[in-house]
């Protein structure tokens, strides 16, 4: 840890026509810190210090850094001692400042997807010139080292860029000897599944959750085991009552999916400690880390962990590059402890890679350049007005049918059924009156293998523009309004 000073912060106050100037004082604080001048954990000056420094009264630099605790960008007592965040809203993504955006494409509303389909993303605003131009370059002379049988964790080059942008973005410190690159997320559960857990062993599920995680885990004969969710995510006293001898907890915590849910800390600190106190594994699938749009940042559940017994680690870290860049590059990652990487890379040369080299290269290149994150700003933009938009169009056109509140992340909601509605219909009969409207709105019970599951419908945004929502949304309407 170190304390910054006013003099090398370089911090200035404009006297005239600056603008307020406890928010001067907070724009330019959080340029450090998002620059990376300002690390994470760096000590800021006392407030009484730097007002002195500045000219300014204390009262005004008080309000700047409560902003910036608001916005969590720092910690601390406000008064005694304010660090810049472990984490921060803007994850400090490393890359160089982005060249002048061109100007948006048109909205088409081009989608694979019919509306509301929970799979669908903004295709259409991703950018295909440059990857195809960093593609051509990666492959147009590459090293023979990369034409012959590839390491098995994937290339060495795009797992280091993996490490750097989670220790950025999701407080995860690790070395690219940690990272495997896989072809999706059922890779990684199979692998997790078949080289840590005896088979037979229980696991224990999310529900509602992935479809896809029961079928996989099963395939790998351990046996699933659903875990109700409330509103604070995964419940390991539910989960230990439900089946004591699990030997793998499957979670979503900052993001669970379906429902949207983020697992309180003590949760969370609940589950790492009955993993380190037996022989459990935790797989933390954080498929949505990229797309938050309102809310302070939760430390990934591996960042977590207590240093100390890093070679005895329990998580294994799962993310995946479909949603945020396309489904069709088929990549995904995981983060294994040091003392899981032997094993693991054991198995994975046994079972030869999935995942193909040839998008791995451009991909690192595509990372370390920034424009990565360049990309994942422009859309959680878009995904965070598309969400808006989608409120709106059901407070306008499904009132009295369905119910939805924002979201802090992800790119799609749940519509809940209103009183009304749930008295006439089911959530799997109204998703069916949807699919004959040209909708697709799957029925939240779909992801329950619990009696008495939640009803409502899962609402995709992100592939959609307002224009197409707002249609969508009248056309859901007059399907659930209509009598037998």
């Not at 949304?473 to 309004?481: D, G, I, Q, S, Y």
Request: proline content about 9%.
């Amino acid at each position: 840890m170190r304390t910054a000073h006013a003099p090398i912060l370089s911090l200035s106050i404009d006297r005239g026509d600056g603008g307020p100037a406890y928010m001067q004082l907070y724009g330019q604080l959080r340029g450090l810190i998002l620059s990376g001048r300002l690390g994470p954990r760096d000590r800021l000056p006392a407030t009484r210090a730097l007002a002195a420094e500045l000219g300014l009264s204390r009262g005004t630099v008080v309000a700047a850094y409560e902003q910036l605790a608001s916005e969590g960008y720092i910690d601390g007592r406000i008064g005694s001692g304010a660090y810049v965040a472990g984490f921060v809203p803007e994850h400090l993504l490393p890359a160089s400042p982005p060249a002048e955006a061109p100007p948006p494409r048109p909205e088409t509303g081009r989608d694979a997807h019919p509306p509301f389909h929970p799979a669908s993303a903004a295709l259409d605003r991703f950018p295909h010139a440059e990857w195809a131009r960093g593609f051509q370059t990666a492959w147009r002379d590459p090293p023979l080292g990369l034409l012959d049988n590839p390491d098995p964790q994937g290339f060495l080059g795009l797992r280091a860029a993996i490490a750097g942008h989670l220790k950025a973005w999701r407080g995860i410190d690790c070395t690219p000897e940690q990272v495997f690159v896989l072809s999706g997320t059922a890779e990684a559960l199979e692998l997790v599944a078949r080289t840590l857990v005896p088979a037979g062993a229980p696991a224990w599920l999310e529900d509602p959750g992935y479809p896809i995680a029961y079928r996989v885990l099963e395939a790998a004969g351990l046996q699933p085991v659903p875990v109700r969710i409330d509103a604070e995510g995964f419940d390991l006293r539910r989960a230990l009552k439900a089946e004591p001898s699990a030997r793998l907890a499957v979670i979503t915590p900052s993001h669970q999916y379906p429902l949207g849910h983020t697992m309180t800390l003590a949760r969370r600190l609940n589950l790492l400690d009955w993993a380190g106190r037996g022989e459990g594994w935790i797989v933390e699938d954080d498929y949505a880390s990229e797309y938050r749009y309102s809310g302070r940042p939760l430390a990934a559940l591996a960042g977590l962990e207590n240093p100390s017994q890093a070679q005895r680690g329990r998580v294994i870290y799962c993310g995946t590059f479909s949603k945020v860049m396309f489904p069709a590059l088929r990549l995904a990652y995981i983060v294994a402890p040091p003392g899981l990487v032997g094993a693991l890379r054991a198995a994975m040369t046994r079972a030869s890679a999935r995942a193909s080299i040839m998008p791995q290269v451009p991909l690192a290149q595509f990372i370390a350049s920034g424009q990565f994150a360049a990309h994942i700003r422009r859309m959680r933009r878009l995904y965070a007005g598309r969400q808006k938009a989608l409120v709106q169009a059901i407070e306008t056109h499904l009132n009295g049918l369905l119910e939805a509140t924002p979201a802090e992340a992800g790119m799609h909601l749940i519509a809940r059924l209103s009183p009304a509605l749930a008295r006439r219909m089911d959530d799997t009969a109204a998703s069916r009156r949807a699919a004959k409207a040209g909708l697709a709105a799957p029925a939240l019970s779909s992801y329950s293998r619990l009696d008495a599951p939640p009803q409502g419908l899962v609402l995709g945004y992100a592939g959609f523009d307002e224009k197409a929502m707002d249609a969508a949304a009248r056309k859901l309407a007059t399907a659930l309004a209509r009598r037998p």
